[in-house]
Structure formats: C-alpha cells, structure tokens
C-alpha cells in the first residue's frame, strides 16, 4: 500500500539551529510531493511543492526541500530555524488523480 | 481572495447520534473539494472528493457520507456516530481541473462519547 512515512514525530530546536525533517514515500510512479506546514492557531498551509524539473526546491520563509528518487525521499531543511517556525509540518505524496496521502506530521518546537 | 469556512469548531456528540458538518468555499467557482480526517499522531486520510455539484467519490468505506447541494458547499454526514469517528475533520479545495495545492480550511474537532 502506498504510504508516507515521516521520521520524527517531535523535533526540539534552538534558533540558528540547522533543521531537516525527514520524509520517505513508498510508490513506484511519478509523484507530485508536497510540503505543508501548520502554525499554531492557524489552517495547513503549502509550504513547498515539487512536480517535475530541478530536484532541489525553495519555499516560503527559506525553507527548501530535496526530491531523491533513488531514495524514494523528499526532506525537507532550513539553514537557521526561528522561533516563528514552530509549527506542524507534513509531507505529502501525490500518486495520480486526487488522492494525496499525507505523513503523521512532525511537531517542531524551536527555542528561543 | 478565497476563503474557506467549516463549522462547527468543535462538536461533542453521543454515540449513535447524526453529524453534518459543513464547509463552504468563497472567491471560487467549481472547485474540487476535499474532506479529511486526522487522528491522534496519525496523517490526514482522504475521506471523500468532488469534482462537480452531486458528483462524490469515496476513498474510505465507513460509515460517513459526503454531498455537495451546491457548487462551493460540501456537507459530511453521518447517520449514527461511532466512537472511532472521533477526529479532526479538515475540508480542503482545489482549483478546478487542477490536482496542485489544496487549500485547508480551520477543522472541527469532532468528540465522540
């Protein structure tokens, strides 16, 4: 069965600190893959998204995420997290047509 | 600009009881629209999509039902609740004819006791 998998369900950072948030996807097809982001009080957002093209891609608030396909692997990073990262971050696997299967989220907590 | 409303926010219900919680769509036409549902540490699972007024398309055989009355209106029902219904139901839409970025609206935190 196709399935996401997201490495870390809790990550504990301080400012300036270096992030990736590991994401595998178990599919043989093409893919659309997704990065969403959910802020405290706020509804899911997209953060980044690669369809096709350079494999390494740029989203908003500096993050950037890089499609393996080797590794069937889409992780997401950021060089210096803030304190306004703190969010809910999921990564998403798109197989065709409408079904979008998402990972379990990883709850990021950064430190001031 | 589009804006997406669900309500209610929260909901507590008794087992066995009906559901309708509803979402609706401004500053669209047509769009594609989604339900979700999140359990406690687990993903969202795509419950039910819709490409157009009265066409529905279940992805989880359960006890829940979609309808979409109108063209920015989406409706998940249930006729008698189950306690593994509880959940955070998210209703989402897409451009129409596109399968990019969906768009969440806030949730409603659905108890079930």
């Known amino acids: 069965a196709q399935s996401v998998s997201q490495h870390n369900h809790h990550v504990i950072l301080s400012e300036a600190a270096s992030l990736e948030l590991g994401c595998n996807y178990s599919?043989?097809?093409?893919?659309?893959l997704f990065w969403y982001v959910q802020y405290p009080g706020q509804h899911l957002q997209l953060l980044l998204k690669y369809f096709s093209g350079d494999p390494l891609v740029k989203g908003i608030k500096g993050f950037e995420a890089e499609f393996i396909k080797s590794k069937f692997s889409f992780n997401l990073r950021k060089p210096s997290v803030q304190w306004s990262d703190t969010a809910e971050y999921f990564c998403?696997?798109?197989?065709?047509?409408?079904?979008?299967?998402f990972g379990a989220g990883t709850r990021l907590f950064v430190k001031a | 600009s589009q804006t997406i409303h669900q309500w209610p926010a929260t909901l507590v219900q008794p087992v066995g009881s009906p559901l309708s919680l509803e979402c609706t769509v401004e500053?669209?036409?047509?769009?594609?629209l989604y339900w979700y549902r999140q359990a406690a540490g687990r993903g969202l699972q795509l419950l039910f999509y819709s490409v157009g007024i009265g066409q529905i398309s279940s992805e989880v055989p359960q006890n829940l039902s979609a309808s979409r009355p109108q063209d920015r209106q989406f409706i998940l029902s249930s006729k008698k609740l189950l306690l593994s219904d509880s959940g955070f139901y998210l209703c989402?839409?897409?451009?129409?004819?596109?399968?990019?970025?969906?768009?969440f609206g806030p949730g409603t935190r659905l108890t079930v006791l």
């Open positions: 599919y043989g097809g093409t893919v659309n």
């Open positions: 500053g669209t036409s047509n769009p594609n």
């Open positions: 989402a839409w897409s451009l129409q004819g596109s399968t990019d970025t969906q768009y």
């Open positions: 998403a696997v798109q197989t065709g047509g409408f079904k979008t299967i």
